[in-house]
């Protein structure tokens, strides 16, 4: 994307709350359920998996040693790593309950450690989850494994370890390279750390590898984040993801002990997505939309093209189509037509283990219209655009009859160029892509037809 064409009024226009797609129906959506609930979603695993089918495995380490300011992941805060042991335990007792529901030749084509900090765990106990993995899943040489990282609680050890068990992936957190900056949001990480981390990475043929950025941080400039961008690129990451801060403190209690009064204006941040965008392409990264880049010759890239990237709990992804299990504390698990969340809180998590129990807090079997919804959806986030005759083989619906509203809620943002339409596709523009969100939010039935009214972070 030439950020040179970026509108800044366009942007502001269209800067509005919305959800991120992870999953759509969104996770506001989810219901708590009871016994009958569970019973009945497990009765459609068992079904679901009479013939084999590719699997995909998230594995939730809640765990940080401090805590970062602006951070709204689910996660507990200690220096006691032996509480990793314990975790490990109950991730055991219920991948037991998940691996016997699969299908024997179910191949896991993809396994992603999350949190949290994986890299809390030590060596030892990431061994230990790897060689439990492996006694009851199929893993193969071409599993694409994940693995979340903080450069301030990493070794040598940890990375061989991830290595050893199969990892080929790494996002390493960097948020903002500037000490300034790190201090105001709590995290205090020497760019030497990151660099010596990305290097035992390579050295253990981790060659994968992610950086996380935030810009609209606390004592951010532009001056600031061009320099975080420049240090991270000596690097040479194969994707980077580049966050707009969402400040919702009465979301994330975390975010008060932020100073309001330092953050940077709109028009900064804006300029910050400018910089993004344009310093990116013009040093051959791709724009996939929202708020990730790719290596032009990346699988990230190639995924786009040849229509197998998608979007899940973890961003975007290069396989679509996989049956997504999430394990421990909070994990959100998307398989057919279900989704589930376990619950949120590390006691209650234990104690449905212990009783033999799915530690399922929430649940939500989607409708006909809700899955059908949730293809449009993703052909915009991940295919940018949408094939009407494709969605009409697919559903037998006569695609301007059942989405008239919502193609009329288009007219806006097709006269500000962001789609171009035809009698049969939608096609998003360059500048569309930006706003992704904005464009999927107008097939959104619970926003639009509901007309429900959520805390979301802003679309841009």
């Known amino acids: ?81 032996d509480r990793g042991d314990a975790y490990l335990d109950y991730l055991e007792k219920e991948m037991d309950q998940i691996s016997k529901l699969l299908h024997p030749d179910s191949e896991i084509v993809q396994i992603h450690f999350g949190g949290g900090t994986p890299t809390f765990l030590k060596p030892n106990q990431l061994q230990r989850l790897g060689d439990e993995i492996k006694k009851r899943f199929n893993l193969t040489e071409e599993t694409e494994f994940g693995v979340e990282i903080d450069p301030r609680r990493c070794t040598r050890e940890h990375i061989q370890t991830l290595a050893d068990i199969g990892c080929n992936r ?57 320099q975080t961008i420049d ?18 403190p009465s979301m994330m209690p975390a975010q008060k002990l932020l100073n309001e009064a330092d953050m940077p204006s709109t028009d900064e941040k804006l300029a910050m997505l400018q910089l993004s965008i344009s310093y990116l392409t013009e040093n051959r990264y791709r724009f996939i939309g929202m708020d ?25 992804s290069t396989l679509a189509g996989a049956d997504l299990y999430a394990f421990g504390m909070s994990g959100i ?14 006691g209650g998590y234990y104690e449905q283990l212990d009783e033999g129990n799915a530690p399922v807090f929430k649940i939500l079997q989607l409708s006909r219209d809700d899955r059908l919804r949730k293809s449009v959806i993703m052909d915009i986030m991940c295919r940018m655009g949408i094939d009407y005759h494709s969605v009409e083989n697919q559903w037998n619906i006569d695609f301007t009859d059942y989405f008239s509203d919502e193609l009329k809620r288009l007219l806006e943002l097709e006269k500000d160029g962001l789609i171009v339409r035809s009698s049969d596709e939608l096609i998003i523009t360059e500048k569309g892509r930006l706003f992704l969100r904005n464009i999927a939010m107008c097939f959104d039935y619970y926003l639009n037809e509901q007309k429900e009214v959520h805390n979301f972070s802003k679309t841009v």
């Open 1 to 81: 994307m030439d950020a040179s064409k970026l509108n800044i009024d366009l942007i502001k226009k269209y800067n509005v709350q919305g959800p991120r797609y992870t999953s759509y129906p969104t996770a506001v959506q989810f219901s708590e359920t009871g016994y009958e609930d569970i019973l009945t979603l497990y009765e459609y695993l068992i079904d679901r998996n009479r013939e084999p089918r590719p699997v995909s495995l998230y594995f939730h380490i809640p765990f940080c040693f401090s805590l970062c300011w602006y951070c709204g992941c689910t996660k507990i805060i200690t220096k006691d790593q």
């Open 170 to 226: 790494a996002s390493l957190g960097v948020q903002d390279t500037n000490e300034k900056v790190q201090e105001a949001i709590h995290r205090i990480q020497p760019f030497e750390q990151t660099q010596q981390v990305t290097n035992w990475l390579r050295e253990a043929n981790i060659d994968s590898i992610n950086f996380d950025l935030i810009y609209g941080l606390p004592l951010q400039t532009l001056e600031t984040f061009q």
């Open 231 to 248: 240090d991270v690129l000596t690097l040479h990451p194969d994707r980077l993801a580049v966050y707009s801060y969402a400040h919702i």
């Open 292 to 316: 990730h880049f790719s290596r032009e010759d990346e699988e990230l890239s190639q995924a786009m093209d040849n229509g197998t990237l998608q979007r899940n709990f973890q961003g975007y």
């Open 333 to 346: 698990s998307n398989v057919g037509e279900y989704y589930w969340q376990n619950t949120k809180d590390i």
